[in-house]
């Protein structure tokens, strides 16, 4: 199975921040790469798919790039809604794996 | 609108199976995959499986193998999942989602699960 290393596990940061988070994965997986949020007690929201493109009514504040198996996904001007935790998850192949999570925190 | 609606919320003992369903609406059911995902108390994300709702396949990861069943209905556009010989670590949240290709755009409201004596 593809392992997956996101980093920070957590970090603090303030309104009007940009923020960066990684993901990395242990064998190479072209762009097939997402990412999501996650707020307490709800469902993840899809944020970013194909490594880098924007889901239908996402803000254009958030951004992703990568490939191959070095992924950011950045939040450019932070707002006080975007605290909440985020993933990545690969869909490459089969078993999906996902990060361990990024917890975003005032 | 397009939706996938959970079972409510379950409380089982260990040793016991537990089947949540995912009622799909909104949407042409057998073109797209739903995946099943899991959440315990304060953890992470933990994929569970995948059943391609127009052939019936499914893939489940290693680590639910012999227990996990997910399976669907086309005449109601709904996929269960069940789960057997229930454990303490087994409770957690199980969310079902639809695959667009290229990621998890819809995703049900979850499933409480508690496997308790």
């Known amino acids: 199975a593809i392992q997956m290393t996101q980093s920070p596990s957590s970090l603090s940061a303030s309104v009007g921040d940009r923020v960066t988070i990684t993901c990395r994965t242990s064998q190479g997986i072209r762009n097939d790469l997402a990412w999501y949020q996650q707020k307490p007690g709800k469902a993840p929201k899809l944020l970013i798919y194909?490594?880098?493109s924007l889901q239908s009514g996402v803000p254009s504040r958030f951004s992703g790039s990568g490939s191959g198996t070095d992924f950011t996904l950045t939040i450019s001007g932070l707002q006080p809604e975007d605290f909440a935790t985020y993933y990545c998850l690969q869909d490459y192949n089969y078993p999906r794996t996902f990060g361990q999570g990024t917890k975003v925190e005032i | 609108q397009v939706q996938v609606v959970q079972s409510g919320a379950e409380v089982k003992k260990p040793g016991a199976s537990v089947r949540v369903s995912c009622k799909a609406s909104?949407?042409?059911?057998?073109?797209?995959?739903i995946y099943w995902v899991r959440q315990a108390p304060g953890q992470g994300l933990e994929w569970v499986g995948v059943?391609?709702?127009?052939?019936?396949?499914?893939?489940?990861a290693q680590k639910f193998q012999g227990r996990v069943t997910v399976t669907r209905d086309t005449s109601t556009s709904t996929v269960y999942m069940q789960l057997s010989s229930l454990r303490s670590e087994d409770t957690a949240v199980y969310y079902c989602?639809?695959?667009f290709g290229e990621g998890l755009d819809v995703w049900g409201q979850g499933t409480t699960v508690t496997v308790s004596s």
């Open positions: 989602a639809r695959d």
């Open positions: 909104g949407y042409t059911f057998t073109n797209y995959y």
């Open positions: 059943i391609n709702p127009t052939s019936g396949s499914t893939v489940y």
């Open positions: 194909a490594a880098s």
